[in-house]
Every structure is written in C-alpha cells, then in structure tokens.
C-alpha cells in the first residue's frame, strides 16, 4: 500500500533556488495538506486542498505555492529559496465526510530542505 | 485561537515504567483530539483519537481520555517498551469538514532497557 508518497527525502538548495516537492496519494482523498516541521517545534500548516482545483493557505503560506490539478497529486513550489525555508516537509491526506468525526489524516515520510 | 501545549522533553524512561505525557488545549468550537507518533526517520501516524468529552482513544496500549472541564488529553502507558521510543504529538482538529490540525511541539521519548 503506497499511501502518501513524497519526493525527494532529502535536497540542499541555494539560496534563491527554486524546487518543487512532489506529493502524489493512492487512497482517493479529497483533503491534501503541506506542513513543515522546525526542530523542537510542532507541524505548521503551509497549505491546504479540499479537493481538484481548491486550494487555501494555511498558517505560513509565505514563499510558496501550490496547485490541485488532479486529486491524486499536490505539488508544493518553493520560489527563491531562503535560509528560513530550511525544513522538513510533510505532505498528508485525508477524506472528509463533511461530519464531524476527527477523521484520520495520513501522512508521508517527510523532505528533508536544507537552504544554504 | 486554537493551540496545544504539550509536555516538553525529553523524556527517558525505563523499560517497563509508567508513562505520562501531559497535553493541554485551548479551542474555540468542538475540536477532535489526536496522538501522533513519529518514530525516527518515518512521517507522523495516527495513535489514537477521541472526538467528544469523555471518550477515551486507546491503541497499542497507549490511551488518552479528553476532558473538557480541563481542556486536557493526556498520554497514558501502564508499561512502556523499547520500541515506543518516538516523538509523539499532541494535535487538535476542527470538524465539519475542515480536518486542519494544530499540533503541538512534540515530546521526544526514549526508552532504555
């Protein structure tokens, strides 16, 4: 069961680059996400999609961007890269019934960014 | 706003001791409660959950009972073992639809034989 699958695990960036993290789910899930991981620190929620052609930011959207074109897949574009983009990344899914329910959100194995 | 304050660590423990890892929130609305476990090198899975006061989420034998009247959810293990040695995370989530969480910072956890 592949699940959520990202690309790369790992990436060393110039300052100024720029990059797309790829995220592709099998489960047919309408809600996708990007978080980013600091160290020591909790998940932050870069942005969000309920579902093919919706997007919405989250609570630090600045310096990227996404796209929905296809449920399967939810790039996210890093534009001039900056030291402070220096993460670990995190795609994730899930389906939402429109309930209330807590439903299960899935997550990937992570991208390790370093900007340099 | 919506937040989580979760236990700092590290946390080292023995094998077989009891563990508690205390998680606090602040929410408006009704939120769904979580436990997540990242072990090392891998992405974050769902532990357990609990969508309403006075549920109790159990797995593995990890559990948790969220308690409105003091806005906790704590982490709970009668015998810990080597292999639950992670990070685990505290996270809230809003229903109706709209699954965004907000997570705590994460306790780290090692168990030594």
């Known amino acids: 069961n592949a699940g959520v699958t990202q690309t790369p695990k790992f990436r060393i960036l110039k300052i100024g680059q720029s990059m797309t993290l790829q995220c592709t789910q099998d489960?047919?899930?309408?809600?996708m996400y990007w978080y980013r991981q600091d160290p020591g620190m909790g998940l932050k929620l870069i942005y969000y999609?309920?579902?093919?052609?919706?997007?919405d930011k989250g609570e630090v959207p600045n310096g990227y961007n996404v796209s929905r074109s296809t449920t399967e897949d939810f790039p996210l574009r890093l534009e001039l890269a900056a030291p402070s983009q220096t993460s670990v990344y995190f795609c994730a899914s899930s389906r939402s019934t429109g309930r209330s329910g807590g439903n299960t959100i899935y997550f990937g194995e992570g991208s390790w960014l370093t900007v340099v | 706003g919506n937040s989580v304050t979760q236990m700092e660590g590290p946390v080292t423990l023995s094998e077989e001791a009891f563990l508690t890892i205390n998680c606090t929130y602040t929410a408006t609305g009704y939120p769904s409660l979580f436990w997540y476990v990242q072990y090392p090198g891998e992405g974050l899975q769902l532990l357990l959950k609990a969508t309403k006061a006075d549920d109790k989420g159990s797995n593995k034998g990890f559990e948790a009972t969220y308690r409105k009247e003091t806005t906790s959810f704590h982490l709970e293990k009668g015998s810990v073992q080597v292999s639950d040695s992670a990070v685990y995370f505290c996270?809230?989530?809003?229903?109706?639809?709209?699954?965004?969480?907000?997570f705590g910072t994460g306790t780290r956890l090692t168990i030594i034989p």
């Open positions: 996270a809230l989530g809003l229903n109706f639809g709209n699954e965004k969480l907000t």
């Open positions: 999609s309920v579902g093919a052609g919706i997007t």
């Open positions: 489960m047919n899930h309408n809600y």
